[in-house]
Nanobody
């Protein structure tokens, strides 16, 4: 059984910062990429930031310069540092990992989601 467990969401004022963390555990052969997606009420789930096993990153245009993704390959963890938060960043944030769990394929796995609310 593979799990992605997230932590670090919460309520923050505009301009504030939060750090999200996600740990993957279970029968994991390899992780190609880890990342964060978010979904606001009534909207689709969109990519926020992603990092591959060689450290290549990509970010949504709306968060470039404000969010920083990092990864610890040895610990199977990924973190998202969010600065200069805006009300429009409010959403449920989901951890994602593209992993081989013994199937010889890289499949998508998801965490349960953590709420981030930016409001004064």
């Amino acid at each position: 059984q593979v799990q992605l467990v997230e932590s670090g969401g919460g309520l923050v004022q505009p301009g504030g910062s939060l750090r999200l963390s996600c740990a993957a555990s279970g029968r994991i052969f390899s992780i190609y990429a880890m990342g964060w997606y978010r979904q606001a009420p009534g909207k689709q789930r969109d990519l926020v930031a992603r990092i591959t096993s060689d450290g290549t990153t990509n970010y949504a245009d709306s968060v470039k310069g404000r969010f920083t993704i990092s990864r610890d390959n040895a610990k199977n963890t990924v973190s998202l540092r969010m600065d200069s938060l805006k009300p429009e960043d409010t959403a449920v944030y989901f951890c994602n990992a593209v992993m081989d769990t013994g199937t010889h394929r890289h499949d998508d796995y998801w965490g349960q989601g953590t709420q981030v609310t930016v409001s004064s």
